[in-house]
């Protein structure tokens, strides 16, 4: 798996191919300083055609190796309440739940009404948190 980095404005951009051999990108990370010591992942995708083969996994195991290697404290990441696969894609990698803000995905702040998810419809953001550990 090849990496791509380029610095965006605001964070960085992780571009991951699935191999050696190829350009074409198979996932993105986005990583942003949002405060002290913090970063949050955004728009964490990997092409439709290439999902559940283990590169959402070794791309996001990737990018919190280079996080931390930063010197970055903790890492955090919020999903919808519907996103059943990305609760326990960020749980797998050792994300733990933190906070729910309910009613973020509503009309009031520019969201359609009535989404859904795996038959659930999609209301609340779910927030979870990677904290790495401290040498003693
Ligand atoms: C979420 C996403 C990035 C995962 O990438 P992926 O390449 O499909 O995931 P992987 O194949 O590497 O799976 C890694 C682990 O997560 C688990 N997982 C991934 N999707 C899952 C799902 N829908 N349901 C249950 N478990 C899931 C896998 O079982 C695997 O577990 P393992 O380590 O025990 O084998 C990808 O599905 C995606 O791009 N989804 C659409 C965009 C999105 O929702 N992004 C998140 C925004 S918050």
Redesign the pocket.
Same mark, same amino acid.
């Given at each position: 798996m090849e990496q791509v980095r380029s610095y965006m404005q605001s964070g960085e951009l992780y571009a991951y191919s699935a191999s050696a051999d190829t350009d074409q990108v198979a996932?993105v990370v986005l990583a942003i300083p949002v405060e002290q010591d913090t970063v949050e992942?955004?728009?964490?995708?990997?092409?439709?055609q290439?999902?559940?083969?283990?590169?959402?996994?070794?791309? *996001?195991q990737r990018v919190l190796e280079d996080i931390r290697a930063s010197g970055v404290k903790r890492v955090l990441?919020?999903?919808?309440n519907a996103?059943?696969?990305? *609760?326990?894609?960020?749980q797998?990698?050792g994300f733990r739940l933190l906070r729910i803000e309910r009613d973020f995905f509503s009309p009031e702040r520019g969201y359609p009404e009535n989404m859904e998810d795996n038959g659930i419809r999609l209301r609340d953001m779910v927030w979870m948190d990677l904290v790495y550990p401290t040498a003693t």
């Open positions: 996932g992942l955004k728009a964490v995708a990997v092409d439709r290439l999902q559940g083969r283990g590169i959402g996994k070794l791309m *996001l990441v919020g999903t919808a996103g059943i696969g990305q *609760l326990a894609f960020y797998k990698a």
